[in-house]
Nanobody, 120 residues
Framework: QVQLVESGGGLVQTGGSLRLSCAAS????????MGWYRQVPGKQRELVAA???????NYADSVKGRFTLTRDNAKDTVYLQMNGLKPEDTAVYYC??????????????WGQGTQVTVSS
């Protein structure tokens, strides 16, 4: 079982910045992929950014150039730096940990979610 504790959400004006943190209860080097998803009411949860244990990152087109995902292996924490925020970035942001054991089903773990609100 992996526990994920998120922090850093809040209210910010258009163009502002926030940094989300996600601390894992296990060594993040043992996690294949960690990422951030977001969800607004009535819509599916969507991938924002992900980072593999090898450090490879993947971003949604809508956030490329504005958001940066990094990891601190010593602190078992990943960070999502969000700059140039827009009202359409408003959502609940969820941290995700994906573990893919060989020849076994994939395990997905989720944080409790943190609200990000961008005012116009």
């Amino acid at each position: 079982q992996v526990q994920l504790v998120e922090s850093g959400g809040g209210l910010v004006q258009t163009g502002g910045s926030l940094r989300l943190s996600c601390a894992a209860s296990v060594r993040i080097l043992s996690i294949d992929t960690m990422g951030w998803y977001r969800q607004v009411p009535g819509k599916q949860r969507e991938l924002v950014a992900a980072i593999t244990s090898g450090g490879r990152t993947n971003y949604a087109d809508s956030v490329k150039g504005r958001f940066t995902l990094t990891r601190d292996n010593a602190k078992d924490t990943v960070y999502l730096q969000m700059n140039g925020l827009k009202p359409e970035d408003t959502a609940v942001y969820y941290c995700n940990a994906e573990i893919r054991p060989p020849a076994r089903p994939t395990y997905n773990f989720w944080g409790q979610g943190t609200q990000v609100t961008v005012s116009s």
